[in-house]
């Protein structure tokens, strides 16, 4: 092999080397970047997860209440309901009484109106 060849050989050789020498610094940076960011994201994370477990605790109280609410609400809502249907009841039997008192009164009007008729029509 001639000189020339193993110059241009070494010349590479070395051109190679310094290219991955240059790449593995450049992962160890950005391993190194990593591995901060991920101990700052854990201890973001642990404060954030004891929150989420208070916010959900919350929220299972909070619709606990809102159920036994909507219970109570139903239970009124059914007084409501009976208690209206007994108006209605007591509003139809007064409005029975009602036209009964003006059948009556309509019978004794034409009652008494027959007397006069019948009184005039004798003199």
Do not use: H, W, Y
């Amino acid at each position: 092999m001639t000189p020339l060849a193993q110059v241009v050989l070494v010349v590479c050789a070395v051109v190679l080397t310094v290219a991955l020498v240059v790449t593995l610094a450049s992962f160890r940076r950005a391993a190194s970047r990593a591995e901060t960011v991920l101990q700052l994201v854990e201890r973001e994370i642990r404060p954030l997860a004891s929150q989420i477990e208070a916010l959900a605790a919350d929220v299972r109280t909070l619709s606990q209440t809102a159920n036994r609410e909507v219970e109570r609400v139903s239970g009124v809502v059914r007084r409501v309901e009976d208690i209206s249907l007994k108006i209605a009841r007591v509003v139809g039997v007064a409005n029975s009484l009602a036209s009964f008192r003006g059948v009556t009164s309509l019978g004794s009007g034409l009652r008494t109106a027959l007397g006069v008729f019948m009184s005039r029509l004798r003199t």
